[in-house]
């Protein structure tokens, strides 16, 4: 068991609420007016354009930050007034982390694990991470993901109630960024509440249960994956090549069309894709290699940011 309080299924409770929080660097706000809570035994994602306050955020959290305004609660203990007692629960996995490089994988865990009184087993994090081949070897010689590996190995061995991962797979290749997913999920089912720091779309939509979207400091939108999905403009996406030339002009709900090398890829609704394909089918036009698929988180997130404008 890495986590000191195991996940039950229809009980939930807020063991992370933020509350109105604010933080100002000069005179320039960071984070403004943000609120949201995390349920017990959830992956709570932050999504954002660099800059938009998401670590400042849950450094706020984490107790690393003090907060202009608003409330922070972890498990309705203060993240700075209570900061002994919220280290004992609470793991971090820092966007940018480093140890002195002559430190072996094994003299880190050990040491981690001498902060608390009741640690994980080291041991176990060390073999479910595939760190157990790496315990001899120095920091300084370890690769990106082992590295990563280590950090949230060290994010877990205090048997933390919560852990923060912020951007938790940066600079891995694909088949390590999925490995760690799995990882991710696994700590889930310990029982470990997770609130997850990503700009990885993919990563986001796979592994959260509701995700906060953060933009110029403040939550742009907070829903499911699929809830924050659904509200894309042009939600299903169809894509075919047509056997001769057509004509989309006044089909239903349709938001956007473009043409590349004779495929067309439209957006739109389900109303959309049933009209184009009556009309395909009146003007006797075969859709070659035809596709239908839901948009995607990084449409949603495009949206709800205006990167896209």
């Known amino acids: 068991m890495w986590g000191?309080?195991?996940?039950?299924?229809?009980?939930?409770?807020?063991?992370?609420?933020?509350?109105?929080?604010?933080?100002?660097?000069?005179?320039?706000?960071?984070?403004?007016?943000?609120?949201?809570?995390?349920?017990?035994?959830?992956?709570?994602?932050?999504?954002?354009?660099?800059?938009?306050g998401k670590t400042t955020t849950v450094e706020c959290v984490?107790?690393?930050?003090?907060?202009?305004?608003?409330?922070?609660?972890?498990?309705?203990?203060?993240?700075?007034?209570?900061?002994?007692?919220?280290?004992?629960?609470?793991?971090a996995q820092l966007q940018e982390s480093e140890l002195q490089g002559k430190l072996t994988v094994r003299e880190a865990l050990e040491l981690y694990a001498?902060?608390?009184?009741?640690?994980?087993?080291w041991r176990v994090l060390a073999e479910r991470l595939g760190l157990n081949e790496h315990l001899d070897r120095r920091f300084g010689q370890l690769s990106g993901g082992q590295k990563q590996r280590l950090f949230i190995a060290l994010a877990l061995v205090?048997?933390?109630?919560?852990?923060?991962?912020?951007?938790?797979?940066?600079?891995?290749?694909?088949?390590?960024?999925?490995?760690?997913?799995?990882?991710?999920?696994?700590?889930?089912?310990?029982?470990v509440t997770v609130l997850l720091v990503t700009h990885f779309m993919e990563e986001a939509q796979r592994l959260c249960d509701r995700i906060a979207v953060i933009d110029k400091g403040r939550i742009t939108a907070l829903d499911?994956?699929?809830?924050?999905?659904?509200?894309?403009?042009?939600?299903?996406?169809?894509?075919?090549?047509?056997?001769?030339?057509?004509?989309?002009e006044g089909v239903p709900q349709l938001v956007s069309v473009e043409?590349?090398?004779?495929?067309?890829?439209?957006?739109?609704?389900?109303?959309?894709v049933t009209a184009v394909l009556s009309l395909l089918a009146r003007q006797r036009i075969t859709a070659l290699q035809l596709r239908v698929t839901d948009a995607t988180l990084d449409d949603a997130f495009l949206d709800l940011t205006g990167a896209a404008k």
């Not at 943000?34 to 709570?44: A, D, L, M, P, T």
């Not at 994956?225 to 169809?238: D, E, K, Q």
């Open 4 to 52: 000191g309080c195991a996940f039950r299924e229809g009980f939930r409770m807020a063991v992370v609420e933020v509350s109105g929080l604010r933080k100002s660097y000069g005179d320039r706000t960071v984070v403004d007016g943000v609120s949201f809570g995390v349920e017990e035994g959830e992956i709570f994602g932050i999504l954002g354009p660099n800059g938009a």
């Open 62 to 91: 984490e107790g690393l930050r003090v907060p202009d305004g608003g409330k922070v609660r972890v498990a309705g203990l203060d993240p700075v007034a209570d900061r002994a007692e919220v280290s004992q629960l609470l793991g």
């Open 114 to 121: 001498a902060f608390y009184p009741r640690p994980a087993d």
């Open 158 to 191: 205090g048997n933390p109630r919560v852990v923060v991962l912020d951007e938790l797979t940066t600079g891995l290749d694909p088949r390590a960024r999925r490995e760690t997913w799995e990882i991710v999920e696994d700590i889930r089912r310990q029982g």
């Open 224 to 248: 499911t994956p699929r809830g924050l999905i659904s509200r894309t403009a042009g939600a299903t996406v169809m894509s075919f090549t047509p056997s001769a030339p057509v004509d989309l």
């Open 259 to 272: 043409e590349q090398e004779g495929r067309i890829t439209l957006r739109g609704t389900d109303e959309t």
